[in-house]
């Protein structure tokens, strides 16, 4: 492999460093987010990071730890649920990288456990001071709407879909 | 990175394998158990490892293989079952680990694929002579009872939850 | 661990670059076959590579296209749909790998989401001047057919089920 008799043991090092991170970083959203972890949420962050899902746009810790204590999602886990994200594909290029999964949000109800629903994610991340962290994660519903393929194909591709 | 200049190459190999070798310990399980291989399934474990789950707590290779070849288990296997575990996040610490993930059992039935239930599961792990194996691994159906939420959260902190 | 005692730094960092390289492959196969990006995902295979599913058996670059770009395939997509793979476990020898994982295949319609399927798949690769690409993918959905399980066991220890 030519390409990697070029790269130096720091640099093979520090790519699979990071990519393990960035892997690391998304499987831990699930399970805070299914806990109710709210400031742990958040973390995975940037201070004015942006989790911008279908029907609301989130920006900065504030507004996520908002979405974690809300009713709604409070609802959720009393009854049961589990966000499972897949294993991503992650594109580092310096110190900014692209991921993407697909997720699966599985509740439980009266009737037992459904899916409720099938969600395209691409994340921007960001490698500072703190390590990684989210830039922006944007996610869209896989229920024929045109951007959720296109978050898929996007993210597959490596390529950014935002521009903050 | 600071963290990073200050450890070894070794050091930094080290903890990718180990973080690869439980991630890949984690992502046999559902194979082997959807296949019913028994004594697989039972080796992933410590020779005295608990597999505890909300109904029973298997304790050794013995009880789990039990649990493979039981009726029930081997039910799943002849009407079709899917044991998908999500990738796990791994923390390290020297010979031991932590590692969390949700599952889905999926199972095949007459009226097609339902999703029977969702799990949180929290891993401990010891690295002894012949590698990675897993303690303890604690299940507990996530459909509202307040202990799978606290696995997911231990388990995404790196927190133990079992004394042994 | 005199396993890695004997090994050095480059065979090392070879092993995980390669197990990475092959979890990263796989885990593009879902969001490129959710977006339509045919001949993105025939790349994935050798350009004679084969995808032996239940029903049928592509061959080369043109009949996996041709499978993404047919009508059932692209009303799956334009209904909404996910095909979620678990993380993968992966064994390589040399240039040659196989790997196992189970997916799902969760899909939109006028009820919501549900599971359409459940299957069982094993994963031949091998290593050429592009990188690793699929020699064979086997897919058997997890009904209760023996031939589904079998692949799981397979691919778990790590042995190949075909003879190209």
């Known amino acids: 492999m030519s390409a ?3 790269r130096t043991v720091e640099e093979r090092l520090a790519a699979l460093e990071a990519a393990r991170a960035i892997s690391d970083l998304i499987a831990t959203y699930g399970p805070l987010v299914d806990s109710g972890d709210a400031e742990a949420v958040a973390a995975l962050w ?3 990071g942006i989790y911008d ?5 989130l920006e900065g810790h504030a507004a996520i730890e908002a979405m974690v204590r809300s009713r709604g999602h409070q609802g959720l886990i009393a009854a049961g ?3 499972l994200l897949g294993p991503p594909r992650v594109t580092v290029d310096g110190d900014e990288a692209v991921a ?3 997720s699966l949000l599985v509740a439980h109800g009266e009737k037992g456990f459904r899916v409720l629903r099938a969600t395209a994610n691409h994340w921007h991340l960001r490698r500072g ?3 990684w962290r989210v830039r922006v994660r944007t996610g869209r519903v896989l229920d024929g709407r045109t951007e959720a393929p ?3 194909a996007e993210g597959a591709h490596g ?3 935002d521009e903050t």
């Open 46 to 48: 940037e201070p004015d």
């Open 4 to 6: 990697e008799g070029s």
């Open 159 to 161: 390529r950014r879909v």
């Open 150 to 152: 296109y978050l898929l």
């Open 129 to 131: 001071p703190a390590g």
């Open 100 to 102: 993407v999964c697909q």
């Open 81 to 83: 649920c589990a966000h």
């Open 53 to 57: 899902i279908d029907e609301t746009r």
